[in-house]
């Protein structure tokens, strides 16, 4: 397991997700697609204990979105925080995230991450 890292990734509309073989679909208000990534998360058996601690809408790459904090525990029990953005754009889902140990490092480099987020853009 990384200790911290960032992610950016895409999912297709209409492609299975994978823990709760749920989809996105073409048009979605973003309040409806963070509820998926709610569920695909709560469905990870990875993450235990997920507690909720921001569900807003939030512009992402200029588009309305979302952002999702919450922490859990992993398998090994470390506490975990993740900032969680997403947006629909066409065909996609887009997720930006940042995990770090909740306690310190979370905090420690979250400016450092929301700088990468701003620079987040789609072609």
Known sequence: MELQNIKIERVGVGQNLKHTKKKFAKGMLPQDVATLELDEVRSD???????????VPFQVAGLPGFKLIYTFRAES?????????GVLVRDRVYRVQYQAPARYYFDKDLATFERVRESFRLL
């Open 45 to 55: 058996q990875g993450m235990r204990n997920v507690e909720m601690l921001e569900n």
């Open 77 to 85: 029990g470390l506490r975990l925080k993740r900032a969680h953005y």
